[in-house]
């Protein structure tokens, strides 16, 4: 199993911008595909990015395209979620999420295909 520990998480005006780290530990990132999801309370914990092994697939939420971006270094262990022109409904607990794949090309959108997970980073957009 692998380790997911997000950072950069705050609080930030309408308009601005974060980048969210999800630093990996335990194993390397190579051969797992990477996600974001986000959550707010009540509400279920839904897909916003993903990224393949081999970086060379992404996949946004159609609410994120545009605005955010999915990257990876895999020689720090590290996924990125840059994310830009932030909107108030952008307002969740952000987690990454891994999961071991032998395709390189291969993104998941769905969280029941995800069984590493780490423990969320809040970001909160005021008006």
Known sequence: QVQLVESGGGLVQA??????SCAASGRTLHSY?????RQVPGKEREFV??????????????????RFIISRDNTKNT???????????DTAAYYCAARYTYSPATTYRSRYEYDNWGQGTQVTVSS
């Open 15 to 20: 308009g601005g911008s974060l980048r969210l």
């Open 33 to 37: 595909s990477m996600g974001w999801f």
């Open 49 to 66: 990015a993903a990224m393949s092994w081999g970086g060379t697939s992404t996949y946004y939420e159609d609410a994120v395209k545009g």
């Open 79 to 89: 996924v990125y979620l840059q994310m830009n022109s932030l909107k108030p409904e």
